[in-house]
């Protein structure tokens, strides 16, 4: 089992559509959660941190499940600019915990 | 404040060469890694360093990839000889803390894209 599985997509969305991701992580230990998101041909940059108690910031909300191993992005009413990759990070678990990312999920929203 | 800068952006080389890539953290993170991204797929961590020591790099292909940070400021990283398969976007990034926790964010560079002939 890969340590962090997401679906790679693409999702190919109309604007203004509600779109999911979701992601599953093997490690138990790990300790922080992130999606960043990845535009093309450029770098990967913090979208936001997901907590416990599941977090919202505008029109993204994450939560986690830690039973499950699960972690999920809920975009609201997409934008033509959401389009891009969005990839799941946890941490690896030790001491000094790096960070593991997903393959990422492409989104797509068109007109 | 100033991002991470890394050098060159891009690079050809033909295979069984050389070459070496260069990472000048935020001032002030004492956490530097180097990513290796295949096209399609998520980075893949190849090395952490906390200041100058190093801390993971249990998945660096040690036969022909080196890395150094000696003062624990800016970073090399080396591959010697070239595979055709090296082929790939090379991210450097920092972070203030080594721990990476809710709220320390790990800011990456542009990247250097390498071609491997």
């Known amino acids: 089992r890969k340590e962090v599985e997401q679906d790679p997509g693409p999702f190919n969305v109309p604007e203004g559509a509600t779109v999911a991701f979701n992601c599953t992580y093997s490690?138990?230990?790990?300790?922080?959660f992130f999606w960043y998101r990845q535009d093309c041909r450029k770098e990967p940059k913090l979208l936001m941190s997901v907590y416990s108690s599941g977090n919202e910031d505008g029109r993204f909300t994450a939560q986690l499940n830690r039973a499950s191993q699960y972690i999920s992005l809920l975009i609201r009413d997409s934008k033509l600019s959401d389009s891009a990759t969005y990839l799941c990070?946890?941490?690896?678990?030790?001491?000094?915990?790096?960070?593991?990312f997903g393959k990422g999920t492409k989104l797509s929203v068109k007109p | 404040e100033a991002g991470v800068a890394q050098s060159p952006r891009y690079k050809i080389i033909e295979k069984r060469q050389s070459v070496a890539f260069w990472c000048n953290p935020i001032s002030g993170h004492a956490t530097l890694y180097w990513y290796q991204q295949i096209l399609g797929q998520g980075p893949k961590l190849l090395i952490q360093?906390?200041?100058?020591?190093?801390?993971?790099d249990s998945q660096l292909p040690k036969d022909r990839f080196s890395a150094e940070r000696l003062k624990g400021v800016d970073s090399t990283l080396k591959i010697q000889p070239a595979k055709l398969e090296d082929s790939a976007v090379y991210l450097c990034?920092?972070?203030?803390?080594?721990?990476?926790?809710?709220?320390?964010?790990?800011?990456f560079g542009q990247g250097t894209r390498l071609t491997v002939v």
């Open positions: 360093f906390q200041n100058n020591g190093v801390v993971d």
């Open positions: 990070v946890v941490t690896g678990g030790g001491s000094q915990g790096n960070l593991i």
């Open positions: 490690n138990s230990a790990s300790q922080s």
């Open positions: 990034a920092s972070s203030r803390r080594g721990l990476p926790s809710l709220n320390t964010e790990a800011f």
